[in-house]
């Protein structure tokens, strides 16, 4: 029997028992699959039970007792999706955020989030407006223009997100930014973070011994660790925040020691404008505009941010960075002019 | 909308999880056409023939098929008719989700919390700890600030309600309060948009989310767009005017081109500089665009975006004498 007949068979036999199926009738029943009484008999139903399990279907064996015979069941309270009982602004939001993902093609576990918003419809009451508007949502966040670049890095994240799950080391080769040499190297597979409408890996890298981000755009190829699939390579390191690390600004990458930098703004900030700086820089009033003030680790990356405001910014200290900036903008005005 | 379908893959689990779906959702809608089934799948819809082919075959032991269910296509309609196993979709798996999670947490919004305990809650019990784990390997992005107004939007949007909004126009530089039925909210390039017929101008357009200053709901209902004009529904008019030239050094060309954006490559130089044209931006964005890079980068072209670029730089340079 194939296996895909075979385990849904399995699930409507056990769904429909009303009392615990034994080893020796499942075995009756699937004779050429389970038979014989050999160890690969109950190796292979185990196998099965597991990817039931991965299906949303969760088999138990449950021992017997004086009211009920021992054997295996599949607990319905514990298998049909419930109603998830939210409000409808809450339900908007998961049909919302679900659809704009799914339509970004390259999203973690991007298959299994299709089927979840299959499932969404049977999970909610009268879902009516949200379910229209996440149709236009889908449509509207989909890049046709973009469609082969995200298929070709949608295959890669799927890869990737299933090493994440599996604490499975992967081989990756990498093509730098800044020396734009292609490396190879093992990563243990933190997690994965968008910034800017691209993806990142995040993991420990073996070669840099360190905790590393990579820009998925830049990963040629991915290997998974095909050894004992079930079994993790690693453990994450103690203290590791992967949203510490998404939300880290791009001054505060560690390039130097941190040094403290203020910078000027005309004009009362924006709140869009107060976000670019993120949340740990501090603000002061002053004579008409603002004086933030951030710890940069990166001087260079903070310059560039500073530089991409305008004529409306300036930085005041420290002075090594004041002159790099009118070193940079002279050597561009002799460019332009 | 030109949609790919996924890459066809032979997995018994894929079929499975297919078809766990597939029969519930036909015996909730009886003669739904394989049509609407394939699209729900994205698959072909050869493989819902194919699946539904495989569930003639399956049966309940002793495996007599009308013991588990009675199905047959009618022209390009579906009808099942089944035992009652499998009339509903088992829960979600720890990977459905935590994906569904994860996208939920990045729009943010007051609900985000309720949502993931929700979504945590109908996860089988035992597997409710690697949901956790797996949440927390995801970050699909920061949510657009604001929670408290995402809120009121999204419950514009589940109520068909009028929003009356106050929105920056950053080209502009000014405020002003429009009247908005909002359609939906939509995601492109790292933002988030609103997109919602306004009022004032009659027609549907899109309002990015983090320059709404204030927003109320109204008592009063809209009628839902029709599916045409759904269909016409973009969130960015057609490129205008002339692309916009620049040339960016071999570390702003790694960085650019490894974004998500409409690039056209004009010229590569050996040590990984480029040349590329950008559709549809604005002067003010390619000069901004290009400063990111801290010199590593210029505007070319048209002339009124370069001397916008030049004009900015002179300005600049003139705050560090």
Redesign the interface.
């Given at each position: 029997m194939q296996k895909a007949e075979r385990l849904l068979d399995l699930a409507a036999l056990l769904l429909r028992a009303s009392e615990p199926v034994s080893w020796r009738e499942i075995q009756e029943q699937f004779p050429e699959d389970y038979g014989g009484s050999g160890e690969a008999a109950i190796r292979k139903f185990e196998r099965d039970k597991a990817e039931l399990l991965e299906l949303g279907i969760p088999v138990r064996w449950v021992g017997g007792d004086e009211d009920l015979s021992a054997g295996y069941l599949v607990d319905k309270e514990d298998f049909y999706l419930p109603d998830l009982k939210l409000a409808p602004e809450d339900l908007a939001l998961l049909y919302l955020a679900g659809s704009a993902a799914l339509a970004q093609r390259a999203f973690p576990y991007a298959r299994d989030l299709a089927h979840a918003m299959n499932k969404l419809s049977f999970a909610a009451r009268a879902p009516g407006a949200s379910e229209v508007a996440a149709v236009a949502s889908l449509q509207l966040s989909a890049d046709d223009a973009e469609e082969d670049a995200r298929a070709e890095s949608s295959a890669r994240l799927e890869a990737l997100s299933a090493a994440v799950a599996a604490k499975k080391r992967v081989h990756i080769v990498y093509l730098g930014a800044e020396r734009r040499a292609r490396t190879e190297r093992d990563v243990d597979p933190y997690g994965l973070y968008q910034r800017g409408g691209a993806w990142f890996l995040a993991g420990f890298c073996r070669l840099r011994e360190d905790i590393r981000s990579f820009h998925l755009g830049r990963i040629v190829s991915v290997e998974v660790n095909p050894a004992a699939p079930r079994t993790p390579d690693f453990t994450v390191r103690k203290g590791f925040s992967l949203a510490d690390l998404a939300t880290r600004e791009s001054w505060e990458f560690g390039v130097h020691a941190p040094v403290r930098c203020r910078v000027r703004l005309d004009g009362p900030a924006s709140p869009e404008e107060r976000d670019t700086f993120g949340p740990r820089a501090t603000w002061k009033e002053s004579d008409g505009g603002v004086v933030v003030e951030v710890e940069a680790q990166n001087q260079e990356a903070l310059l560039r941010h500073v530089l991409s405001l305008g004529d409306r910014a300036e930085i005041l200290a420290p002075r090594p960075l004041r002159e790099k900036a009118r070193k940079v903008l002279a050597a561009l005005a002799r460019r332009v002019s | 909308?030109?949609?790919?379908a996924?890459?066809p893959k032979a997995d018994?689990?894929?079929?499975?999880?297919r078809?766990?779906?597939l029969v519930?959702?036909a015996v909730?809608h009886p003669g739904v056409p394989v049509r609407d089934l394939a699209r729900?799948?994205?698959v072909s819809e050869k493989q819902i023939l194919e699946d539904l082919d495989?569930l003639l075959?399956?049966?309940?032991?002793?495996?007599a098929p009308d013991d588990?269910l009675d199905l047959y296509v009618e022209g390009d309609r579906v009808h099942v008719a089944l035992?009652q196993?499998?009339s509903?979709?088992?829960?979600?798996?720890e990977?459905?989700?935590?994906?569904?999670a994860?996208?939920?947490r990045?729009?943010g919004?007051e609900?985000?919390e309720?949502?993931v305990r929700?979504?945590r809650?109908?996860?089988?019990?035992?597997?409710r700890a690697i949901f956790e784990e797996?949440l927390?390997?995801?970050?699909?992005?920061?949510p657009p600030?604001?929670d408290s107004l995402?809120?009121?939007i999204?419950?514009a949007?589940?109520?068909?309600r009028a929003l009356r909004i106050r929105y920056?126009t950053a080209t502009r530089g000014e405020e002003s309060v429009r009247v908005v039925h909002p359609?939906?909210?939509?995601?492109?390039?790292?933002?988030?948009?609103l997109?919602g017929h306004d009022e004032g101008r009659g027609k549907a357009l899109p309002f990015r989310l983090?320059?709404i200053r204030e927003c109320a709901v109204d008592e009063k209902r809209f009628e839902?767009?029709t599916d045409a004009e759904?269909?016409r529904?973009?969130?960015f008019s057609e490129a205008s005017g002339p692309p916009v030239k620049l040339r960016l050094g071999?570390?702003a060309a790694?960085?650019a081109?490894?974004?998500?954006g409409?690039w056209r490559v004009l010229k590569r130089d050996r040590k990984?500089g480029a040349v590329v044209e950008v559709p549809g931006v604005s002067d003010e964005w390619a000069?901004?665009?290009a400063?990111?890079?801290?010199?590593d980068a210029?505007v070319l072209g048209p002339p009124s975006a370069?001397r916008h670029?030049?004009d900015?730089?002179?300005?600049?340079?003139?705050?560090?004498p």
């Open positions: - | 909308m030109t949609r790919k996924a890459p018994a689990r894929d079929r499975l999880r078809v766990l779906f519930p959702y909730r729900r799948c994205g495989f075959g399956v049966g309940c032991p002793p495996f588990f035992h196993s499998f509903r979709p088992p829960r979600f798996t990977s459905e989700a935590a994906a569904l994860a996208a939920a990045a729009l919004g609900g985000r309720r949502v929700a979504l809650d109908a996860v089988p019990k035992d597997r797996l927390a390997c995801i970050f699909a992005g920061s600030a604001k995402l809120g009121r999204e419950q949007i589940a109520e068909r920056f359609y939906t909210l939509a995601q492109r390039l790292g933002h988030w948009y997109w983090d320059r839902p767009p759904l269909a529904g973009r969130l071999p570390l790694a960085w081109l490894a974004r998500p409409q990984g000069t901004r665009f400063l990111s890079f801290g010199g210029e370069r670029f030049g900015a730089v002179r300005r600049a340079l003139a705050r560090y």
